[in-house]
């Protein structure tokens, strides 16, 4: 498995309704891509829960890491180029996913959380895998995982959520534009 994000920082006056026709254009596009289990084109805007700034991201969790290469290799990544220049790809290594009773995704967050150098690191493995469960066992949740920032040595979660975005979550927190589940069955 492969989890990876990049994040197209726009300017304060942009009209963020073209970024939401672009996903609604562009997001069927992906609902049958082999080896992805899902996509997820995610925004953020300026003065609208919390958002310093406007966004447009791409946050996807793939089941076969070589479908993510063919992507990224291919034509397929040239209109992401073309648009917004060739981004900065984190990506991250999956500890853990679940999939939530929810068949809708309205917010996404992402949390950061650092690794003690002195940790257990199968008991802090072991605690993910139990808060995931309970982040999943919540009837708005759609989808859970958490992954290992191998270069910083750091989990980062991401939880999609039908809810509207909560403010006290204490996490990044994204509008979901467009969910393409290829890898999950339809909705």
Known sequence: MLAKQY???????????????????????WDEVDGLLFKVFAGQERGVHGARH????SIYLWADPAGAARFLMGSGFDSV???????????????????GSSNQARTLYREHL???????RARLLAEQVEHNQRL???????AVFVALDLQAWELVRFTLSASAPDSTRGAERYEVLYLARPGLGSA
């Open 136 to 142: 999943a066992d919540d009837p708005d949740t759609f």
């Open 7 to 29: 994040s197209h920082r726009l300017p304060a006056d942009y009209d963020m309704g073209v970024i939401r026709h672009r996903a609604a254009d562009r997001g069927p596009l």
């Open 81 to 99: 180029i073309d648009s917004f220049g060739r981004p900065h790809i984190e990506s991250w290594l999956p500890l853990d996913w679940r999939r």
């Open 54 to 57: 406007n966004l447009y991201a």
């Open 114 to 120: 650092a690794i003690d150098p002195l940790a257990d």
